[in-house]
């Protein structure tokens, strides 16, 4: 084939795939538009998963018919004029290129009547084809109506997936927007049947409720506002405490300047906060919300406008990391706070806050599960055992119970990650090394995580086709077996997992830490007893173990006094 230039017809094809890949980037570009509008507004109708048909309807300013027909043409905006303004950009939109690619792989309609005209006009577009502008009666704002998505390009509407699948992904694209715009009524209708409305309160919470239910909702812990005195940067939202969880990172959500953005390092801002606390391979349920100057955020990085490029990127990261680990441990001044320096935590707050002491008015809890309480434990004096398994310790303010595997899981854990992080890690050495034979699966999942074995303190060679040899085990858990240890890592990896390298040493190192710690059932001496307890003071997350179940429970006096019938 000769050079030629491609048609506008193929031509539009291909650059509306930029945008609109599946119903959902439809039914995204669609609110987005309605957010610029300044909807309060907005409802949407999807129909078999938006494959059938998708219609947004809005409040907002509408659109004037003299400019109806311009709207749909490919680099045809109100929100930009100049190449200056790219570094102010304050609405979603501003490529000018949503209504043009929906229009180019669908059969569209736009219904709008702009604020302050008496008419409404309609216009549409069908496979890029510009119909006749008309005038119809329509209330003030815009429905946009898109059916038979990729009618016209068979190639992607093969690679769309069940309408369950779709129709999953618009379900969590609307719940995104609605919490980051708790002002807007926003309403989700899928194949007439009611899904997630708001009522545009401009209460976040009540939007959570509506999303997660009742009870999720209310034990999201409001995101407290770093005080780092920097201008410039606010950020607020909800976070879950480690105990409501997902096996993925789905609901992880950031916004950045009301934009829904994926961006995989802020992702792992988040779920480094939450290291240690929460049960490896498990996250965070995460709302949160990040303004920032217009000019330190790039935005015209793709067509779909999903991620930003960042002028000061560590900064960011930096504060949205300690902004979650401050609330999830639940202590204000975050610049005192300290990961892994429990004294300091303990001193800079010495109060639970609010938060917690409202959860602690449950009257018919004696026994507070440890995910509502402060993460650290105050001084304890060991009394005893109980069934070999249980510690027995007296607090200021009551009774704690100590699962003596799960605390010292934990204290086994933070020594570990300690090891870890110091980049020098102790390394016990073995009398006589250890040869352990693997399959050949534990052998390549070995291989690949050697690594991060050697950065916890293991030395390990090959050893033969079919083994490893061990020389040292880190200190920290010296009393390990080396089989053990190593089976550890290779059990129980899902094939295709991959890890940031972070969490790959954590995870690893709670499993580590899982087979060298005490077990129940084992008789410790008072001495011992006192050892662990002491170990598991000083740890900076002391009330769950890695894995993210609690080492403890708590009676306070005040419960023990209300079983006891001495106060109300
Ligand atoms: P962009 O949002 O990048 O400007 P679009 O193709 O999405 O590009 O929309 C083109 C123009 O049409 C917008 O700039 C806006 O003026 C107008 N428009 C689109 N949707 C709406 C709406 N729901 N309400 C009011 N105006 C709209
Ligand atoms: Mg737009």
């Not at 854990?413 to 073995?430: I, K, T």
């Not at 969490?503 to 059932?521: D, F, L, P």
């Not at 179940?549 to 023990?560: E, G, K, N």
Request: with cysteine; proline share 6%.
């Amino acid at each position: 084939m000769p050079i030629h230039t491609l048609t506008e017809e193929v031509s539009s094809a291909i650059a509306a795939g930029e945008v609109v890949e599946r119903p959902a980037s439809v039914v995204k570009e669609l609110l987005e538009n309605a957010v610029d509008a300044k909807a309060r507004t907005i409802e949407v109708r999807v129909r078999r998963g938006g494959k059938g048909a998708i219609e947004v309807s809005d409040d907002g300013e509408g659109i004037p018919a003299d400019e109806l027909t311009l709207a749909v043409a490919r680099y045809s905006t109100s929100k930009l004029e100049s190449v200056e303004d790219l570094g102010s950009i304050r609405t979603l939109g501003f490529r000018g290129e949503a209504l043009a690619s929906i229009g180019a792989v669908s059969r569209m309609e736009i219904i709008t009547r702009a604020q302050g005209t008496l008419a409404g006009s309609r216009l549409t577009v069908d496979g890029g084809k510009i119909g006749q502008l008309e005038p119809v009666g329509a209330p003030p704002g815009t429905v946009v109506r898109v059916q038979d998505l990729f009618f016209n390009v068979p190639a992607r509407r093969r690679f769309l997936k069940s309408d369950t699948t779709e129709q999953a992904w618009i379900t969590r694209l609307m719940s995104r927007y609605a919490m980051a715009y708790p002002d807007k009524r926003i309403g989700l209708e899928t194949d007439a049947r009611e899904g997630l409305r708001t009522s545009g309160s401009g209460d976040r919470a009540e939007v959570l409720a509506a999303i997660y239910g009742l009870q999720i909702a209310r034990d999201m812990i409001p995101l407290v506002e770093p005080a780092f005195g920097r201008a410039g940067l606010a950020i607020n939202g909800y976070i879950s405490p480690p105990s409501v969880n997902r096996s993925n990172r789905r609901e992880i959500t950031l916004f950045v300047n009301g934009r829904w953005i994926q961006d995989v390092s802020l992702g792992s801002a988040v779920t480094q906060a939450y290291h240690g606390l929460i049960m490896v391979g498990r996250y965070p349920i995460v709302a949160l919300f990040l303004e920032l100057p217009p000019g330190e955020v790039d935005v015209n990085v793709h067509p779909a406008k999903a991620e930003v490029r960042l002028a000061d990127p560590n900064r960011v990261f930096s504060t949205v990391q300690r902004a979650v680990r401050a609330s999830l441990i639940g202590q204000a001044p975050v610049q005192t706070f300290a990961v892994g320096r429990p004294e300091e935590a303990r001193s800079s707050s010495g109060l639970a806050p609010s938060l917690w002491a409202e959860r602690d008015a449950h009257p018919d809890r004696v026994v507070q599960p440890v995910s509502q309480q402060p993460m650290w434990v105050p001084i304890l004096r060991s009394i005893g055992q109980v069934g070999a398994t249980y510690l027995v310790a007296e607090g200021p303010d009551g009774i704690y119970l100590i699962d003596q595997h799960a605390a010292h899981e934990r204290v086994l854990f933070e020594r570990l990650m300690r090891q870890v992080n110091s980049r020098e890690p102790e390394s016990q050495a073995l009398l006589e090394s250890v040869t352990v034979e693997l399959g050949p699966l534990e052998l390549q999942i070995l291989e690949e995580h050697r690594s991060v074995l050697t950065s916890l303190g293991f030395q390990i060679e090959p050893f033969g086709p079919q083994a490893y040899r061990v020389r040292a085990v880190p200190a920290a858990v010296s009393g390990i077996s080396p089989d053990r240890a190593l089976r550890a890592v290779v059990e129980d990896f899902e094939e295709n997992e991959a890890p940031l390298a972070q969490e790959a040493e954590a995870r690893i190192a709670a499993r580590v830490c899982k087979r060298a710690a005490i077990k129940a059932g084992q008789v410790l001496s008072l001495e011992e007893q006192r050892e662990l307890v002491r170990d598991l003071e000083r740890c900076s997350a002391p009330r769950t173990c890695p894995h993210g179940r609690p080492t403890m429970i708590h009676l306070s006096v005040a419960a023990l006094e209300r079983q006891f019938g001495r106060r109300g």
